[in-house]
């Protein structure tokens, strides 16, 4: 069963660790089929030399196990949240890489300085409040997804031109049309974050000044949209 997404999914969870994003075991990437509606994803706690193509899970978007003899990711209900309300995203990736997690950590939003970001992310990549008590002892991972839609929902961000989320206290989720496209924008969301934090040492300016608008649009539309000529035809 969907053994081509199971092969994307394995793919997708292998390069968090060539790309330096996760710490032992803490991160993982799933896919969607949309078309039957089913989720593949890393299993829990298996470390990622040991991970085959057989190992990945398949589960319904209500969570439950259509196939696969080992334990989904414990933030499995996160990744179903995001499908549920993302209609168009096609792969999800957490991982507690550093910098990016600091500003989890911080609960602070990474604002715009440069090209770089602009190039991935139209505006500030925000970070979600904080959850309730109740909320963390009852479906915290699910309520945690929600946490994340609720935050693009009332500031009316796109999910699509910003594809990440800070998760308050905890660390980044990122999604894309494929699994590999989600461990890009995390590859990516971590640079940024890293570049934005030597910023802020060299000038204090920085903290609160984000880029020119002008620059944003520039750098992001020449990239994404109709009108997009960054690359070849």
Not at 90 to 101: F, I, K, N
Request: with cysteine; glycine share 6%; aromatic share 8%.
């Amino acid at each position: 069963m969907l053994e081509k997404l199971k092969k994307d999914v394995l793919n997708a969870n292998l390069m968090l660790v060539k790309y330096g994003l996760v710490i032992l075991t803490w991160g993982n990437v799933s896919g969607i089929d949309r078309e039957s509606g089913l989720v593949v994803i890393k299993p829990s706690g298996v470390d990622y030399s040991e991970l085959r193509p057989e190992d990945m899970v398949v589960v319904d978007l209500n969570g439950k196990t259509v196939e696969g003899t080992l334990r989904p990711s414990s933030d499995t209900p996160t990744h179903i949240e995001l499908y549920k309300a993302f209609p168009d995203i096609g792969g999800v990736a957490h991982a507690h890489s550093t910098y990016a997690t600091a500003f989890s950590q911080a609960m602070k939003s990474i604002i715009p300085l440069g090209t770089t970001h602009a190039d991935c992310f139209y505006g500030q990549i925000p970070v979600t409040r904080k959850l309730t008590q109740n909320e963390i002892d009852t479906e915290y991972e699910k309520n945690t997804g929600i946490a994340i839609v609720d935050t693009f929902e009332k500031d009316h961000l796109s999910y699509k031109a910003c594809p990440a989320a800070l998760v308050a206290m905890h660390a980044p989720f990122t999604w894309g049309d494929s699994p590999e496209k989600a461990v890009e924008n995390a590859y990516i969301l971590e640079k940024v974050a890293e570049m934005n934090v030597i910023s802020f040492c060299i000038s204090e300016k920085t903290r609160s000044d984000p880029m020119d608008k002008a620059l944003i649009d520039k750098h992001y539309f020449r990239k994404h949209g109709k009108n997009a000529y960054y690359g070849q035809k």
